[in-house]
């Protein structure tokens, strides 16, 4: 099946700083879409990127990520964090046919600090 | 817009009691998803419903937890016997046709 691959555990930055949150993939499939989901704490997740064309930057709320399937990496970038940052990050293909469905990793913690 | 409901917001249960949690999706949405959340596993798919119908039902999760979906606005998780090793965050989330995920807030779940 699908697996997915994030920056593990904690990620602890100073407002101000850039962040890159990794992700990688495995999937059968060709035919693969990618979100980056957000998790402010005692929320719930919401979508935070999408994306499905290869090798095309996608950007909200200042967040960046280009989905590169020669890599199968769609990693989520920040110029420059807030302390509002803070979060659980997630990220998760979308393959598997006429039966597709989310395949979410652990998640990274973002921590930012004053 | 209304979200996805979860009911209840939390919830205590003795080890060896059965307990049922509540999500009603959003609406028109007709895919429908359990999750456990926690620390160390993350999300865990535990059940997923298209068009009500039964297509994963999370694999190591069988034997003492079942998903039902009677009517395209509300489905139930039922854990039966609770054991403290499932004390999590239970998430449902619906999506329109595997779109965008709309989560509901969860029930966090104590087993004592």
């Known amino acids: 099946g699908d697996s997915v691959t994030q920056t593990e555990g904690l990620v602890t930055l100073t407002e101000g700083l850039p962040v890159k949150l990794n992700c990688t993939y495995q999937?059968?499939?060709?035919?693969?879409?990618f979100f980056w989901y957000v998790q402010h704490l005692n929320e719930a997740p919401k979508l935070l990127l999408r994306?499905?064309?290869?090798?095309k930057r996608t950007e909200h709320q200042g967040f960046h990520a280009t989905l590169h399937k020669s890599s199968s990496s769609f990693h989520l970038q920040k110029s420059s964090v807030q302390l509002s940052d803070s979060a659980l990050y997630f990220c998760a293909p979308l393959s598997g046919g006429s039966n597709a469905k989310l395949t979410f990793g652990k998640g990274t913690k973002l921590s930012v600090k004053s | 817009d209304a979200g996805v409901t979860q009911t209840p917001r939390h919830e205590v249960a003795e080890k060896g009691q059965t307990i049922i949690l509540k999500c009603e999706p959003v609406s028109g949405h007709n895919d429908l998803f359990w999750y456990r959340q926690t620390k160390i596993q993350g999300l865990e798919l535990l059940s997923y419903?298209?068009?009500?119908?039964?297509?994963?039902d999370g694999g190591a999760f069988k034997d003492r937890f079942k998903a039902e979906m009677l009517n395209s606005s509300f489905s139930t998780l039922k854990i039966q016997p609770t054991e403290p090793k499932d004390s999590a965050v239970y998430l449902c989330a619906s999506s329109r046709d595997n779109s965008d995920y709309t989560f509901g807030s969860g029930t966090r779940l104590l087993v004592i």
């Open positions: 419903f298209r068009s009500k119908s039964l297509m994963e």
């Open positions: 994306s499905s064309t290869d090798n």
């Open positions: 999937t059968a499939y060709s035919d693969v879409a």
